[in-house]
């Protein structure tokens, strides 16, 4: 059930987040993908076909699969965050919207990411693109605590073992 949770919350939310992308900057899903695809093979990633938006799939699905697993590790000794899966989804949201946007982008080989200094992280924020993607980003996060909330393992600071929300 922990894998099935993680698998089915990591590829669902990377897939929308996905279609969130292509919705927010107004372009086709291979478009996307390759630029997913450059996060790890820099300005070629743009001249490639098909292989290369594979990739990029593969790639978004890989970091949304390992993103899920670290919200079930995170949730798996408190029941309590388990409980409200729609309020942890939304913090962890915000958080993943961070770390995304600040942390891997920025350290990533995509030729058109900001830098790791105020200025260029400051040159690409617009309110619109910032509330978007946080939004998008929000959403992964439900969706990954849907999957994840009724994970029966783990116990809360009690010992009291989890019990699923229905």
Do not use: E
């Not at 290369?52 to 949730?75: D, E, H, N």
């Not at 995509?110 to 400051?122: A, G, I, Q, T």
Request: aromatic share 10%; proline share 6%; with cysteine.
């Amino acid at each position: 059930m922990i894998i099935k949770a993680i698998l089915y919350g990591g590829i669902i939310a990377g897939t929308i987040d996905v279609g969130a992308a292509c919705l927010i900057y107004g372009v086709s899903p291979p478009i996307v993908l390759r630029s997913i695809a450059s996060g790890l093979i820099g300005q070629a990633a743009f001249s490639g076909g098909a292989a290369t938006a594979l990739l990029g799939l593969l790639l978004q699905w890989a970091m949304s699969i390992l993103i899920a697993a670290l919200y079930v590790a995170a949730t798996a000794r408190l029941a309590h965050m388990r409980q409200r899966w729609i309020l942890t989804g939304l913090i962890a949201g915000v958080i993943i919207f961070f770390v995304m946007n600040y942390v891997v982008v920025p350290l990533s080989a995509d030729p058109s990411r900001p830098k790791l200094n105020l200025p260029s992280l400051m040159a690409v924020f617009t309110p619109l693109k910032f509330l978007a993607n946080m939004a998008a980003m929000i959403l992964f996060g439900v969706i990954i605590a849907f999957f994840a909330r009724h994970i029966p393992w783990g116990s809360s600071t009690r010992g009291s073992p989890v019990r699923p929300v229905t």
